[in-house]
């Protein structure tokens, strides 16, 4: 099982750069990369940050930049994005019952769990009881993008 792990993205609203970096043509040169090297990747994970202020401009660019993936693609939330927002723009993202962007993934190499640490002002993140009930189980990635 082929996976590409992408982190950190930073992404702000089209045109704006962080700390001297365009954080947006840094992840299509990443993106570009992968696709010409790795197009037979059974699963694409970007774990946060997402985005650098949790804009909903920077969440619809990440869904246009990520929208040329032939991989399932699972997103993962750091302490600078906002759930709100990324539920928001990616309204078909698996989540869990309480609304938390956590799932699963069973393979035929072993069960794979994205788990959300993501709380609101708070820079190291928290897994704490409310999330440990992972009731999402989505099929194998190669029998159906997500």
Known sequence: MKIIQITDTHLVRP?????????????RRALEDVLARHADADLLVVTGDLCNDGEPEAYALLREILSPAPFPVRLLLGNHDRRPAFVDAFPDHPVDAKGYVQSSIDTDHGRLLFLD????????GIYGA?????????????DKRQ
């Open 15 to 27: 045109g704006r750069v962080v700390n001297g970096v365009d954080p947006e043509r840094q992840l």
């Open 130 to 142: 409310d999330r440990r009930c992972l009731l999402y189980t989505s099929p194998s990635p190669r």
């Open 117 to 124: 640490s993501h709380e609101a002002g708070t820079i190291g």
